[in-house]
């Protein structure tokens, strides 16, 4: 299984950015899947995750800005990020829990 994000980028606070994560094999309308940060100097940590049914959690610093989905036709998980703030910057990694996956990670970064 492999895992490839992409979406990352340079935007300003208060903008917005999509994140994709496209997941080859057959597996991935079976498995939680999660979106999780890791800030210079800091732990990783989990951001969201949607189980197999659509169930979605928030880490309390993201909830009512992001948005995770998934479109399982297209073995695409998303992270829809609104009302950026600079402490949101981060390289940003996707998982599959069925397979214990990392993707490569893709950076993010909020700033005037």
């Known amino acids: 299984v492999q895992l490839v994000e992409s979406g990352g980028g340079l935007v300003q606070p208060g903008g917005s950015l999509r994140l994709s994560c496209a997941a080859s094999?057959?597996?991935?309308?079976?498995?939680?899947m999660g979106w999780y940060r890791q800030a210079p100097g800091k732990q990783r940590e989990l951001v969201a995750v949607?189980?197999?049914?659509?169930?979605?959690n928030y880490a309390d610093s993201v909830k009512g800005r992001f948005t995770i989905s998934r479109d399982n036709a297209k073995n695409t998980v998303y992270l829809q990020m609104n009302s950026l703030k600079p402490e949101d910057t981060a390289v940003y990694y996707c998982?599959?829990?069925?397979?214990?996956?990392w993707g490569q990670g893709t950076q993010v970064t909020v700033s005037s």
């Open positions: 949607i189980n197999s049914g659509g169930t979605t």
């Open positions: 094999g057959s597996a991935f309308r079976l498995s939680a």
């Open positions: 998982y599959m829990l069925l397979y214990a996956t």
